[in-house]
Structure formats: C-alpha cells, structure tokens
C-alpha cells in the first residue's frame, strides 16, 4: 500500500482550498447530511456549486480524456474529496460520477460512454439508483422489478424505494430482473433508465431529519429501448456489485466527520463544567481519544482503496471494510457528540442555545440510516469473510 502524496499533489491541495476559500462565504457553517435536499434552494445551490467544479474539470479528473476527465492519479482525485469533504462545502457527491460513470466505463457500449459519461464530467445530467425494494434490500438479488423484452423495447414493471434525489434526476440506474427462469444471481440486467418516460410515478419520502431526500419509486408499463441496457443481458449483478465498491469507497465522508470531530474537541476544550473544562474530564478525553484513533483507521481503510485502484487491484472485500467501519464510526462518533454536549446535543441548528450549530443533533439522527443504506454492516461482514477472508458460507 502507498499512502504518498506528491509534491504536485500537495500543490493541488493548496489549490483547492484557494477555491473554496473564494467560493465559499467567510461564515460558511458547512452542508451538513442530506442538507442538498432540504429544500430546492439548497439543491440549487449545489448544482451551482458542482457546475462550478465541473469547469474546473475537478469532478472527473481521474477520468480517461476522451471521456471528460484529465487523465489525473486516483491520488489526485482523493486530495480533492478529502478538501471538499473537510470544507463541508455545498456538494453532493454526483452518483453519476462515484459510480454511474465508473461502472459506463467498465460494461458500457462506446455509444454509451459517449453519449452519458462527457455529460457527467460537465454536470450536465443527474443520475439516481433503482436497485431497492420493499422486499429486496440486503438481498438485493431478490428484486422483483422486471424489464420483459417485446419488441425492440423492455417493459419495466415493479417498485424502487429509499431512491436518493429521484424527485431531481434526469436518468435512473436500473437493475430489474430479465429472465425470471433463472437462479436470482443470474437474471438481472442493468440498464440507464429516463426519469421523464411515460409510467414512472415518484412519490416523496420523509425522513427522520425532516428531509425529502429519498423516493419510492413506480414504474407501470414502462417501454424503454434495448439500447438502454448495460453490458451484457443477465450479467448486471456484476455491474452491481462492481459500482457499489466504488459507492463504498468514498474519502470524502471521513474528512468530513475529521471536521466534526475537531469542532468537538474544540468544544470541550472551551466548555467549563465543574470548574475545569470538559476537555479535562476523564471520561471525555479518553471517548475523544477512541474517537480520534477510529478517525484515522477510517481514514487509511478508505487510503487503502485508493492505492489499490492506482495499482489497478479488485478492491471488493476493501471496500466493504471501509464502509462497515465508516458508518459505524459515524454512529459512534455521533453518540460521543450527544453524551459530551448533553441535553444541549437535541437542540436543532438556527437556535442560539444550539451548540456547533447543531450539528451533532443532525448527525445524531442521520447515522442511524448509514449502517444500512449502501449494503448493510452485516452484508459487509459476509462479503469481508467470504470474498476477503476466504471463509465457507
């Protein structure tokens, strides 16, 4: 494993914070979980914020040329995640480029990857993911949503749910089942689906922060061309499992808790409490300190998978130890936050009596989901024991 940055590397991370530094308000308070959906101003804002990024060419810049990209060092691209991240800045990463595109590149046709991934790398399109359902989250392979062929068309019949930013989309990434026949692992295709085509209801789901992030998603007789399906017919459990490593190995979160761990610190540093400050009770330095160490293993684990990917090395069972162990230290770093600030930690953001403006009671309540979304803790674990570890079902 390599962890080096480059001195052009570290320049580029000077050059990044010049940016946000002018592109950014001098009492930015930072976008918090889900903030991009609070409402559509806010998402305004980051698609402002992003097409911004992308004339830079920095959304895509580990990308091939001719596709959008500059051709950059995986490296690169992490120094520019980890500075967003930290910045908190108003960006939601774009799920057409953390791993729509990744995935085009790999099972893609040429006409494909010409006609969606240049689209991506300027901002230009907006991509959502089709794969849960009611019945079918942790076992994916048991969707039941189906793309029957008639015709030169498929017909989609089924239900989505938990559909981040279906409601601003203008495509979906689509698994759906193509030969019913078939054992579960082995009749599903992936396709790239317009959000706008006749028969998709899309109906809004609140979450527990208050927030219409996520969607349920219908689909009634949805004619959509063959030419809408990604690489080969009944092979898109791989396409699957493929872009939910790159979904898995995201820097960008962890710089971002980096942040909230260092306010927090800061705040028991600056907080008296029974004549001393918090930061010299005992019990809080030593859960800062777990906390703190757990940060940096978070962020080599999502290091790791950096280097793997410089190296051109599967990252699968990586991925998922990242993941595993990002979103529960997210948890753990939240419950910390909650039990250092006290009854003061349920107050929201937009009070005065809110400390770090609310932050942690924000986090406190969208942590619970991060354990679940993207691949449960324990599908990680199965995936870490039998495709990393090497151990029997």
Known sequence: MDFYFSAED???RQEVR?????????????????????SDEHYQ??????????????LTMAWPPEYGGQGASIWRQVVFNEEIGYAQAPYQAPMGVSWVGPALMLYGTEEQKRQFLPAIAR??????????????????????????EDGDDFVVNGQKIFTSGAHHSDYGWLAARTDPQAPKHRDISTFI???????????????MVGVHAQNQVFFDDVRIPKSALVGE?????????????FERSSIATVADLA????????????????????????????????RAIELEVARYLAYRIASMQSAGKPFNAEASMAKAFKSE?????????MQILGLYGQIRRGSKYAPLQGRIERLYKAAVVGTIAGGSSEIQRNIIAGRGLGLPR
């Open 193 to 207: 689906i317009d959000m706008k085509t006749p028969g998709i209801t899309i109906s809004p789901l609140i979450n």
């Open 329 to 337: 230290f997210t948890q753990r770093l939240a419950n910390t936050g």
């Open 10 to 12: 570290e320049a580029f």
């Open 233 to 245: 017919r009944n092979r898109g459990w791989y396409n699957v499992a493929v872009a939910l490593d």
């Open 259 to 290: 942040r909230v761990l260092e306010e927090l610190i800061a705040y028991a540093r600056e907080t008296r409490w029974n004549g001393h400050t918090l930061a010299e009770e005992p019990a809080v330095r030593t859960k800062l300190a777990d």
């Open 18 to 38: 010049a940016f946000l530094r002018q592109e950014l308000p001098a009492d930015w308070s930072g976008f918090q979980s889900d903030d991009a959906y609070a």
């Open 123 to 148: 901002d230009e399109i907006e991509f959502c993911t089709l794969y849960t359902e009611p019945g079918a989250g942790s076992d994916l392979a048991a969707l039941q949503t189906s793309a029957v």
């Open 45 to 58: 804002l980051v698609r402002q914020f992003r097409k911004k990024l992308a004339d830079q060419g920095w």
